[in-house]
């Protein structure tokens, strides 16, 4: 039986209709596909796409693929297109040039579930993120607020080189005095006062967190904001949670919680009247209660703010110092050069004071250099594309997320001569800050999503390496040489050192500038 019998009498109207649709399905398809042009990148599989190309730190494994695929890429991390930026070129595009198409924050799990709903800083969008962007520039971290935080800046500091001084010649791991320096700091600046206790003061009380329980916590939060969770990748996977990182989640957050909620219950109590005195949830309570706000700050959306300023402001100065007394101790000479500077410019009698640091350009470079090399978010915290639009002549869907690799920027060798050497005497008389404006160097990040608290954070980094420096002699323990120095990082949403620096100090002034 022929074809045209079986199909009957409009045989031959339905096979050239069907004939039709097809050629006209592959010319419309292949006409799309040349329409656009997306950036190049390895080709995703099915389902997964590229998820097998990230290792256990993401930084490293972009920066490998960027090395074949240049400095824009896209991705497929399961359904999700995202476009990774690799060069001081991309990043101002991304940051500055299409700023405003680019700083919408994707939703993720950590935002949902760490973050209170996307009602914190860094998560949030629209009106809301907006008037959070502008509590931040007039209120908590105006040049006056920080000023007349300094008494406390200085306080910490000086408790910070007392103990370390009363460990002189025993080998000691730095990060656990720099992580309780800055916990006790922006405690008592954002909270008023050190709420952490020791273990032993601790007790029964539910409502209150020891120091080492509170280091946990944000060893856990850092690592959660910047694993790369299937679910966001993978949305049907989602209620799997294969990796087990929302009930991580949803576990250090209820810590968080508990801990806030006592924070905010004790300051309501203790309602304070003088102005002058304020700490940032004091600012935040009375924001709360102010009718004129466009969109009313709720009692989770201070708590949410306060875990941004209490975790944003511990690990970026203890994750850079560390990291700049390890790169110093492999070379000697560096330390020699800082040590003459601040010879010359603080002399034998005195600590290094905030109103110094100006004048110590060689600490400030080596700074930079730490930044450079060893940046605290090595991925800049992901943005995504509000409308379509043309980078590079390359064609980014609305909907895609944008990374930024500073990793791979502080060591694009169009941008630094050997990018691999630890050498902060490339930055003597040249104009390159940290603040957003070059594009080589962004440990802070730039545009409308830069860290709010970057200048506060600068002031602790410069202050507690200048002091360390003055005030110490610095070496390995007896058992290690240079070369068992390990500068490995770990993973998460920053990169601390992934062995802590032990590290053996004498003090290198007189002995009564240290009796604080």
Known sequence: ME????????????????????????????HKKKLHSFPPGPKPWPIIGNLNALGPLPHRSLHHLSTNYGPIMQLR????????????EMAKVFLKTMDANFAERPKTAAGKYTNYNYSDIVWSNGPYWRQARKI??????????????????????????????????????????????????????TLGKKYLVSDEEKSNNVNVVSSEEFKKMLDEWFILNGVFYLGDAIPWLGFVDIQGYIKRMKEVSKKFDRFLEHVLDEHIENKKNADDHKDMVDVLLELSNDP???????????????????????????????????????NPKLFNKAN???DRVIGHNRWVDEKDLPNLPYIEAIIKETMRLHPVVPLLVPRCAREDCKVAGYDIKKGTQVLV?????????????????????RFLGKDIDIKGHHYELLPFGSGRRMCMGYSLGLKVVQSNLANLLHGFQWRLPSDMSIDDLNLEETSGISTPKKIPLAVVVEPRLPRHLYSM
């Not at 074809?3 to 398809?29: E, R």
């Not at 009692?299 to 560390?322: C, I, M, N, P, Y």
């Not at 050997?418 to 005497?425: A, G, L």
């Open 77 to 88: 991390l399961g359904s999700i297109p995202v476009v990774v930026g690799s060069s001081a």
């Open 340 to 342: 003459q500077e601040l």
């Open 405 to 425: 690799n500073t990793w791979t920027i502080g060591r694009d060798p169009e941008s630094w001569e050997n990018p691999e050497e630890f050498n902060p005497d």
């Open 136 to 189: 931040c520039q007039m209120q908590l971290f105006s040049p006056e607020r920080l000023e007349s935080y300094k008494p406390i800046r200085v306080e910490e500091m000086n408790y910070l080189l007392l103990q370390i001084f009363k460990s002189s010649g025993k080998p000691v791991v730095l990060k656990d005095h720099l992580l309780t320096m800055s916990i006790n700091m922006i405690s008592r600046m």
């Open 3 to 30: 074809i045209t019998s079986f199909l009957g009498p409009y045989a031959t109207i339905w096979l050239t209709t069907l004939l039709l649709f097809f050629i006209s399905k592959h010319f419309f398809f292949n």
């Open 292 to 330: 004129t706000l466009e969109v009313k700050l709720e009692r989770h959306g201070v708590k949410a703010f306060t875990q941004d300023l209490l975790v944003g402001g511990t690990e970026s100065s203890t994750v850079t110092v560390e990291w700049a007394i390890s790169e110093l101790l492999k």
